[in-house]
């Protein structure tokens, strides 16, 4: 008798430990926006890598799971209009184009400010990205819009000339007017009679088949993408260099009510978010040209002596650049020494050195 009731007790007991739910899986919701279609590189790896690598992670612990609502192309914000989106909390995660944003976030310019020294994605996103980790700068930039800084994003190796007209030197785009997206429209000013038209990525194919632009400034995977040799069949590959222009930001609000797993899962993926774009940019660089060339567009190389004669022609942009954050009370000719720095460690040296007055 009293064995059975010790058996009794214990199946008693297993069967209420049986009974007690695990502990709830927290299920949180996240808008991320962008203007951009799902087609642009950055906007279909966020959802092809970033978000089910955050999945992934979160899943080791099953601790929470996000439930992802995906607006792209123009559905809440246009492209220009992701920064106060995000500000105003119109999305919780979003990849704003920092292009766009010079008065704001104007030290986000700082490797659009140092043409013809990097044409590698990979080293400038991590020296950009390591520089705002370094210096409060750009991390305060966006704190001021109600933003968490997250990570840089590089999705081009290089920007190019594509023309809709024949050329074969620098000095043929004289007097031309070319489309570009933002600080880079200041390369211009080392061509003469040059003029630059501002617009979107997704603006420029119309701006050029309509001759409000006779060129644009972009890069060979976004031409392949938007079917740029349709309209431009002429690239003048000058190796301008690679520029940061995507940072992936967070709603300050909104991460503030954020669990700190789920932080750490988001900062820490959106580095390696920040690398495996770069490393498709530069993958894809070759590809993208050689459908160019194959959808009927020719690609003439600017000599080493033209693009030396364009840089020295061009403003010192980068000293124009640090002096305004010098103004603003932060140490910008400390921040480009230390970019320049860290890209002459990785084995770049650029046709002209910025960093001298």
């Known amino acids: 008798m009293k064995n059975w009731t010790r058996r009794t007790l214990m199946g008693a007991a297993l069967a209420t430990m049986t009974t007690i739910p695990a502990a709830a899986q927290e299920t949180i919701s996240a808008v991320v926006i962008d203007g951009y279609p799902d087609r642009a590189l950055w906007v279909k790896e966020f959802t092809n890598f970033f978000i089910p690598e955050v999945d992934r992670r979160l899943a080791e612990t099953g601790n929470y799971v996000m439930d992802w609502q995906e607006n792209y192309g123009g559905s809440i914000v246009k492209p220009k209009g992701v920064l106060e989106g995000i500000e105003l909390g119109l999305g919780d995660i979003g990849i704003v184009t920092t292009i766009f944003h010079s008065s704001k976030l104007p030290s986000q310019g700082l490797s659009a400010v140092t043409p013809f020294v990097s044409s590698d994605a990979r080293a400038v996103a991590q020296a950009v990205d390591e520089i705002a ?15 968490v800084y997250l990570a840089t994003g590089v999705v081009l190796n290089s920007y190019q000339m594509f023309s809709t007209q024949e050329v074969a030197s620098v000095s043929d785009l004289e ?5 570009g ?28 088949q309509t001759g409000l632009a006779d060129a644009g400034m972009l890069w060979p995977e976004a031409a392949a993408t938007f079917k740029i040799s ?3 069949p002429y690239m003048l590959r000058a190796d301008l260099g690679a520029v940061n222009s995507k940072t992936v930001t967070v709603n300050q609000d909104y991460w503030d009510n954020l669990p700190d797993e789920v932080k750490d899962v988001l900062q820490a993926v959106a580095i390696d978010y920040r690398d ?8 894809r660089a070759t590809a993208a040209e050689e459908a160019y060339v194959a959808a009927g567009g020719t690609i003439v190389d600017v000599s080493d002596a033209d693009r030396a004669a364009w840089a020295a022609a061009m403003p010192n942009i980068a000293q124009e650049w640090a002096a305004t954050l010098n103004d603003n009370g932060e140490p910008g000719t ?3 020494a230390a970019y320049l720095g860290k890209l002459e460690a990785a084995g770049f040296v650029g046709v002209r050195d910025w960093a001298q007055p």
């Not at 980790?133 to 933003?147: I, K, L, S, V």
């Not at 007097?175 to 489309?179: D, E, I, P, S, Y």
């Not at 200041?186 to 003469?192: C, K």
């Open 230 to 232: 349709e309209v431009a």
């Open 276 to 283: 495996h774009l770069a490393g498709i940019a530069m993958d």
């Open 334 to 336: 400390e921040m480009l």
């Open 133 to 147: 980790r370094e210096f409060p700068a750009m991390q305060n930039e966006f704190a001021a819009q109600n933003q």
């Open 181 to 208: 997206a933002g600080m880079n429209l200041r390369y211009l000013e080392g061509i003469q009679d040059a003029a630059g038209v501002r617009g979107g990525l997704t603006d420029f194919y119309n701006m050029m």
């Open 175 to 179: 007097g031309f007017k070319v489309a």
